[in-house]
T-cell receptor, first 114, second 112 residues
């Protein structure tokens, strides 16, 4: 079974700082990768996804992620965060051969100080 | 385009009761998945339905069940509720069941 690790549980940044959230997964086969964001009191929203092709994926709101297959990683980045980026971020993996479900990491709570 | 609609938004039930939650997927989406979100366990997969058939099931006891109707709407049922079932239950739909999952706002269930 696949598993997903997000090593940073809580991150506090000042506005305009750069962001990188780590995500590692364990599964040897083909994977689809996702980052979701959950703003306070709101539902999960898809930030970006990787299925195949260019390992550098650009998403909404200036976020991007890089898939490094050799490291089983899919880290999320943003060059300059804003106060409105305060939210919880979830990395998720789908292994199509194992079925149609998402395995989520534990989440990273990001607080951006104005 | 309407999103994924879950009803009700909030529920309070007593231990031992049963509960039914409803999910209406995005029009045209045939796959519906359910997830449980708790502070301690995070987001965990419950089950997935596609064309009225359960295709995948997570590691939850048999008290958790679901079904999907011909219009792709789905329900999940939890019988003999326990305090530990208190959680946010999320529904997600996707067009053909792979990728592109859109989540609803969830049903917050509190068991007292």
């Amino acid at each position: 079974a696949q598993s997903v690790s997000q090593h940073n549980h809580h991150v506090i940044l000042s506005e305009a700082a750069s962001l990188e959230l780590g995500c590692n997964y364990s599964y040897g086969g083909t994977v689809n990768l996702f980052w979701y964001v959950q703003y306070p009191g709101q539902h999960l929203q898809l930030l970006l996804k990787y299925f195949s092709g260019d390992p550098l994926v650009k998403g909404i709101k200036g976020f991007e992620a890089e898939f490094i297959k050799s490291k089983f990683s899919f880290n999320l980045r943003k060059p300059s965060v804003q106060w409105s980026d305060t939210a919880e971020y979830f990395c998720a993996v789908n292994a199509p051969q194992a079925g149609n479900m998402l395995t989520f990491g534990g989440g990273t709570r990001l607080m951006v100080k104005p | 385009k309407a999103g994924v609609t879950q009803t009700p938004r909030y529920l309070i039930k007593t231990r031992g009761q049963q509960v039914t939650l409803s999910c209406s997927p995005i029009s045209g989406h045939r796959s519906v998945s359910w997830y449980q979100q708790t502070p301690g366990q995070g987001l965990q997969f419950l089950f997935e339905y596609f064309s009225e058939t359960q295709r995948n099931k997570g590691n939850f006891p048999g008290r958790f069940s679901g079904r999907q109707f011909s219009n792709s709407r789905s329900e999940m049922n939890v019988s003999t509720l326990e305090l530990g079932d208190s959680a946010l239950y999320l529904c997600a739909s996707s067009p053909e069941g792979v990728g592109g999952y859109t989540f609803g706002s969830g049903t917050r269930l509190t068991v007292v």
